[in-house]
């Protein structure tokens, strides 16, 4: 049991770091994954024998694993697939999971994953929790305890998540230069195309991912492959990013405003009164961004 499981997630972690190797990401992150790997390949126990007895805490203590792997180890262990190693093949579709789950359907999956930034069953697992799901026209308290019950099945635990504090999340000025670099280097043809499941039946590598960090946060960038995107001609407009903040990835989407004050403006989905505040203030008092770690 140790054997085989260890092992297929060891492999995934292993084509994690090609990926991010062959993707420019930062080497350190990609060997952290690949040493990862072979910790893993080494561990007389089953990884979920750890998660059961410690929680994800557990998987800390091993040596090299730290927050971020030890979530996308946990996320292996327990549904059998790494969101971002999804993403990186090009075979995301968030929107299919998310429709998976009784009481969604397709059309409430497109409203959270371009309205909330829902990208995963934590992440809605996530939202079911902590008030943004409840907030949505149409999800009544029945039909979200249904949601919940759903999930706590899914994901083999019951307990309630902990938010993370609005306090952490990336500042807008960050998502915005993140933004800014993406697509930049798109434009000049500097980032490795991938080839989307999604809406692209030849097979055409077209989409150009991202992979940079701002500080202790990496990030992943990609345009939008959603049917929203596609339906208004905004597949090289809207960009969606993955911050990977260590025990918490969050996902953003920043769009060009087509209309009041800030129409023209590059601006973050749901924080619109931040990018306003932004926007307004003088360039020579703004904080200086965070460095590109290397």
Known sequence: MAVTLNAHIAARLEEVAQLLDEQGANPYRAEAYARAAE????????????????????LEWLPG??????????????????????RMRGESDPLSLLASVPG?????????????????????????HDGRLATVAG???????????????????????????????PPVDELLSVDREYRRKASRGELTLIAPRRFNVARKAWLPVLHTSRGDRHYTALFSNTARAHQFGRTHDWVVLYADGGRDERQFTVITARRGSLAGKRIVRGREVECARYYATPAVTRPAPVPISA
């Not at 910790?39 to 557990?58: K, Y």
């Not at 969604?104 to 309205?115: C, I, K, N, Q, S």
């Open 104 to 128: 969604v359907g397709e059309t409430l999956a497109e409203r959270l994953h371009h309205d909330l930034g829902v990208g995963t069953l934590h992440d809605l697992e996530a939202a079911a």
């Open 39 to 58: 910790t893993l390949r080494r561990l007389p126990v089953p990884v979920s024998e750890i998660l059961q007895s410690q929680g994800i805490v557990g």
């Open 139 to 169: 999800i009544g308290p029945k039909r979200l305890a249904g949601i919940r019950d759903a999930l706590a099945t899914r994901l083999s635990r019951v307990r309630r998540p902990v938010p993370v504090p609005a306090a952490q999340a």
């Open 65 to 86: 694993i730290g927050p971020s792997l030890a979530r996308a180890i946990r996320d292996l262990a327990v549904t059998g697939r790494l969101p971002m190693l999804e």
